[in-house]
């Protein structure tokens, strides 16, 4: 449909991406890539300092997106990771502007993304309610059914003290809503312990919300001074030792669910994507698995033949607390 639409209007040279070679500069394997929509962000959370240092959000026309997704692709490209600092804010700053056919909103951005043959897996997303729009392309498999969404917190006070854009959004409703139109989604997020002023109380809220979320991946930070963040400010600082003992008792969960999750998964049947072959066997991750940040399954026995890019159907035997192992089916 792309080559269609370029064979009608060419693309306008665009020095944003032209300066590059076709296949862009990579710093990542061959066989898959980032690909940058926008950079800045409109919001002011109290722990991070990346509006001032980045500015303001900047999006990229979404023909100049798309442009640089298919170069990806034609140069053997499997899988683009689409990053910004907020991904589902993506075009706000062009009023969605549409540019030879492609409009600036992140709907539209991942169906014609979807569109190229590519995985297509979205990081940094915000819970705004416009992501529910996102989730059928996930369902329909044009975009892989993983959302990356840093919810920081769970407690509504304690995300007013972080300034976060999402603080009364009921966050729990959201992810039960995700789940029936997409039951196989895989989300991921990243949370906040020992922010200042966190009582125990407002920390048990975090951990009653896990048990109700059930999310597949989490990161967790225990919270540290930034130099020029507005937190730094805030009073009732937590003393270093609790917000040790907090990240233990998060991070307790938070295995003890992938656990749960990947030891479901064995006998199933499901599609990976090759990253390293080497003479003990092949590296490869699951469309749950972004890189670099998630696990791996494992292939030990019959992986002669495969090369990192190809993307096989595995049967799951055995589950660890972050990793798989598998054979081909
Ligand atoms: S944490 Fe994310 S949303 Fe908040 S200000 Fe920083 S980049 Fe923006």
Redesign the pocket.
């Known amino acids: 449909m792309l080559d269609a639409v370029h064979a009608a209007v060419p693309p306008a040279p665009d020095p944003f991406i032209d300066l590059m070679p076709a296949a862009g500069v990579k710093l990542t394997p061959r066989h898959y890539s980032y690909l940058k929509i926008s950079e800045g962000?409109n919001?002011?959370?109290k722990?991070?300092i990346?509006?001032d240092m980045r500015g303001r959000l900047v999006s990229r026309p979404a023909h100049a997106v798309l442009r640089e997704a298919e170069k990806l692709v034609d140069a053997g490209v499997r899988e683009l990771l689409v990053i910004s600092?907020?991904t589902s804010a993506y075009g706000v700053d062009i009023k969605h502007a549409e540019k030879n056919g492609h409009r600036a909103h992140i709907t539209d951005l991942a169906r014609d993304l979807g569109s190229l043959g590519a995985w297509v897996r979205l990081h940094?997303v915000?819970p705004y309610p416009h992501v529910r729009d996102l989730i059928p392309l996930m369902a329909e498999g044009l975009v892989l059914p993983y959302l990356d969404i840093?919810f920081q917190h769970a407690h509504p006070d304690t995300l007013k003290r972080m300034a976060?854009?999402a603080a009364a959004a009921k966050t729990l409703d959201e992810i039960a809503a995700w789940r029936a139109a997409c039951p196989g989604i895989t989300l991921r997020s990243t949370f906040i312990v020992g922010y200042p002023g966190e009582t125990e109380a407002e920390f048990r809220t975090l951990l009653d919300w896990m048990d109700e979320a059930q999310l597949d991946r989490v990161g967790c930070f225990k919270y540290e001074n930034v130099a020029g963040a507005r937190s730094n400010a805030l009073p009732d600082h937590v003393p270093d030792e609790v917000k040790e003992e907090r990240w233990h008792r998060f991070m307790e969960k938070a295995q003890a669910i992938s656990e749960a999750k990947l030891a479901a998964k064995v006998g199933t049947r499901i599609e990976v994507i090759v990253d390293a072959v080497d003479g003990e066997g092949a590296t490869c991750r699951t469309k749950a698995d972004a890189p670099e940040i998630d696990g791996n399954l494992f292939i030990d026995e019959g992986y002669e033949g495969l090369a990192p890019g190809d993307i096989v159907t595995v049967t799951v035997d055995e589950a660890g607390d972050y990793d798989l192992w598998g054979r081909r089916a």
């Open positions: 962000c919001h002011h959370c722990f991070c990346i509006p600092q907020d940094y915000y840093p976060r854009p």
